[in-house]
Structures are given as C-alpha cells and as structure tokens.
Nanobody
C-alpha cells in the first residue's frame, strides 16, 4: 500500500507564500508522476501542477508564474511552492502519485491520493 502525506497548509494573507510537501511511503516503488490538485467548497477537484519523470512540469493557467512544483527523488517527496497567493487559491490541496508516467498528468487518473491539506488565503 502507498501512503501520501501532505503538510504545509495554513492561513496566509493575500500576496503571501506557502510551501506544501507531499511525502510518499509504503512498499518500495518509484513514482513516475506526482501532482497537486485542489478543491474549493462547492467546486470540482481541479488540477494545479504536476511533475513527470521525464522532467516535464505542468501547471494550470491561473497558477503559472506563481506556483512551482519540484521533487526530491531521494526523499520521494514533491513540493509545491506557492507565491503571490490570492483568495481564489483557497481550497483543500491534494497530492497525487502514480507509478506510471501518465500521458496527461492533468487528468485525475492517479492511483494514489493523499488526505488533503487546507490552504486559506485571506484578503
């Protein structure tokens, strides 16, 4: 079984920064795709950012230039650095992972999901 544990969420003022972390543990495995999604109240879960083992990164348009995804292979951990936060970034952020190199990491086809961490941006 694979476990994903997110951390780093919290309350921040607009314009501030947060860094989310997602640590993967469980049976030995290598994650070829890791991503972040978010879900605001009353809305569907949406793609935010993803990293794939070929080095490509993907971002949702509204976070480009503000968010950066990175991965520490040794720790099997993925990070989401979020800068210039806006109230509309408020949501529960979920980490996702898959052993496959997903063709389209923006889709919700990941095999493993974390429990989520709350990010609240006040105006």
């Amino acid at each position: 079984q694979v476990q994903l544990v997110e951390s780093g969420g919290g309350l921040v003022q607009a314009g501030g920064s947060l860094r989310l972390s997602c640590a993967a543990s469980g049976r030995p495995f290598s994650t070829r795709t890791m991503g972040w999604f978010r879900q605001a109240p009353g809305k569907e879960r949406e793609f935010v950012a993803a990293w794939r083992s070929d080095g490509r990164t993907y971002y949702e348009d509204s976070v480009k230039g503000r968010f950066t995804i990175s991965r520490d292979s040794a720790k099997n951990t993925v990070y989401l650095q979020m800068n210039s936060l806006k109230p509309e970034d408020t949501a529960v952020y979920y980490c996702a992972a898959d052993r496959r190199s997903l063709t389209d990491p923006r889709m919700r086809t990941y095999a493993y999901w974390g429990q989520g961490t709350q990010v609240t941006v006040s105006s």
